[in-house]
T-cell receptor
Framework: QKEVEQNSGPLSVPEGAIASLNCTYS??????FFWYRQYSGKSPELIMS????GDKEDGRFTAQLNKASQYVSLLIRDSQPSDSATYLC?????????????FGKGTLLTVNP | EPEVTQTPSHQVTQMGQEVILRCVPI?????FYWYRQILGQKVEFLVS????????KSEIFDDQFSVERPDGSNFTLKIRSTKLEDSAMYFC????????????FGEGSRLTVL
């Protein structure tokens, strides 16, 4: 059974600070890793994907992957109040499955003006 | 920008009734999915669908559930006899290819079973 674990938070940071979100996963065969943002009452929205070890940057967002440690993180630089949302870590692949995303429960981020 | 649309946005039903949730995936996408999220819980995979057949389903997707693509645009989830524990937000999603996990989600259909 694949598991994806995240600190539920809430994580509170001041506007302009760096927010750091972490995720671990249990299935070593997992191949693809994602961060989705979910505003309250809304659907998940993909913000980052990462497939190989190292860092991947996209604007204010940086995803980091360490497959040996089974660890994925998301850094949000210059955090804005509009970044306040729940951030979902999701994992795909492994165990013969290409079709199924396994989500963590999410970390609630609050950015204070 | 293309988007996944879902109807209804909210449905209230009595336990034991049949419910059909509808989705129109993005037009050039080939893979379709249903996920659900019970209030305060994780987003959970239900089923994936490709080339007019189920490609994978979860343990949640038992005989009470079915999916169909009745025409070239709609993708439906049917719950045959709803239970209280089926109350959740149901998200439809679609993707161009399955393995990269880059899903586009609809806004969801909230199902309340009384």
């Amino acid at each position: 059974q694949k598991e994806v674990e995240q600190n539920s938070g809430p994580l509170s940071v001041p506007e302009g600070a760096i927010a750091s979100l972490n995720c671990t996963y249990s299935d070593r065969g997992s191949q693809s890793f994602f961060w989705y943002r979910q505003y309250s009452g809304k659907s998940p929205e993909l913000i980052m994907s990462i497939y190989s070890n190292g860092d991947k940057e996209d604007g204010r967002f940086t995803a980091q992957l360490n497959k040996a440690s089974q660890y994925v993180s998301l850094l949000i630089r210059d955090s804005q109040p509009s970044d306040s949302a729940t951030y979902l870590c999701a994992v795909n692949g492994g165990g013969g499955s290409n079709y199924k995303l396994t989500f963590g429960k999410g970390t609630l981020l609050t950015v204070n003006p | 920008e293309p988007e996944v649309t879902q109807t209804p946005s909210h449905q209230v039903t009595q336990m034991g009734q049949e419910v059909i949730l509808r989705c129109v995936p993005i037009s050039n996408h080939l893979y379709f999915y249903w996920y659900r999220q019970i209030l305060g819980q994780k987003v959970e995979f239900l089923v994936s669908f490709y080339n007019n057949e189920i490609s994978e389903k979860s343990e949640i997707f038992d005989d009470q559930f079915s999916v169909e693509r009745p025409d070239g645009s709609n993708f439906t989830l049917k719950i045959r006899s709803t239970k209280l524990e089926d109350s959740a937000m149901y998200f439809c999603a679609s993707s161009v290819i399955p393995s990269n996990g880059e899903l586009f989600f609809g806004e969801g259909s909230r199902l309340t079973v009384l």
